[in-house]
Each structure stands twice: as structure tokens, then as C-alpha cells.
């Protein structure tokens, strides 16, 4: 199974990455708008190769498949959770949506410590501010508590 999956989601990586390159790359300013898609194809495909060089190294017998398994409860979680993010993500605003989003799915859906959760929350919003807003430029959205989570 994971051969059939590391293949498909590589296949797939060849696809974007052949995509990603018709558009321009890098402009006089910086970054342009195939940065971001060839360098999320690059990692799909390293990241499907992994998958598959995993398979080939535990070389399993053939195994039931199962589709969900026994967390279907947390995948189903995380499934509203994305929708949730994505639906409310103008109204609220990036960061306060980051956090909320962290927090329910590492406090209540991963069971992680206060500490934990509270670290994670912290080194990705600082990861994501620098990168979006300091890196690439781009605009995020602003929630009406914005001004207390982001600096100006």
C-alpha cells in the first residue's frame, strides 16, 4: 500500500514541479509566484520517496488493508478542523486562528501538556510571521484582535 501511495503522491510531485516551472520563479524583487509551488513540489516528491524507500526497507508481508483504522475519531477531527480554519480564517484572522487551531488539536485532540502546546503555538507563529510577512510579502489575514497578536 504505501508503494501505491508514495508513487501516486510522487507522480503527482512530477506534475506540480513540471507546472510550478512555467511560471516565473524568482522576479527582480524576490520571490514570484512559482516559489512557493516548486518548492512545495520538491518537498511532496522527497517526501514520497521517503515513503516509498520506507517500504522497500521494512519489506512487509502483505497486510489487511484499512482506509481509516482505528482513529477514524481523530481523522474526522482533523477534518473539520481544516474546514473550520479555512471557513473562518478572513472573520478571525490568520493568527488567532492559528492558535485556536494549534491549541484544540494538540490539547484536545493529541493530548499534549500545556508546555507543549504552548511552545508549538509560539515557535509557528513567530516560523509563520517571519516567513509570510517578513519573507515572501505576503499579506495575512487580519482578524479584529489582530492589533493584540501582531505587531505593526
Known amino acids: 500500500m504505501d508503494y501505491i501511495s508514495g508513487g501516486a503522491l510522487f507522480l503527482f510531485a512530477l506534475l506540480l ?3 510550478a516551472r512555467t511560471l516565473t520563479i ?3 524583487f524576490g520571490p514570484s509566484s512559482g516559489f512557493f509551488p516548486l518548492i ?6 522527497l517526501l514520497s520517496l521517503a515513503i516509498i524507500i520506507r517500504a522497500w526497507l521494512q519489506n512487509h508481508s502483505i497486510q489487511k488493508i484499512k482506509i481509516l483504522g ?3 475519531r481523530k481523522f474526522f477531527l482533523y477534518l473539520a478542523l481544516f ?3 479555512g471557513f473562518f480564517l478572513k472573520t478571525i ?11 484544540f488539536i494538540l490539547k484536545f485532540v493529541e493530548k499534549q501538556s500545556w508546555k507543549t502546546t504552548l511552545g508549538i503555538i509560539a515557535i509557528s507563529a513567530a516560523v509563520s510571521y517571519f516567513l509570510f510577512v517578513n519573507f515572501l510579502s505576503v499579506p ?3 482578524g479584529p484582535l489582530s492589533l493584540l497578536f501582531v505587531p505593526k
Open 70 to 72: 482505528p482513529k477514524k
Open 140 to 142: 495575512l489575514p487580519e
Open 26 to 28: 524568482w522576479g527582480e
Open 93 to 103: 484572522g490568520y493568527f488567532l486562528m492559528l492558535v485556536a487551531f494549534l491549541a
Open 17 to 19: 514541479f513540471f507546472q
Open 40 to 45: 512545495l513540489a520538491l518537498l511532496l516528491g
Open 83 to 85: 474546514f473550520a480554519f
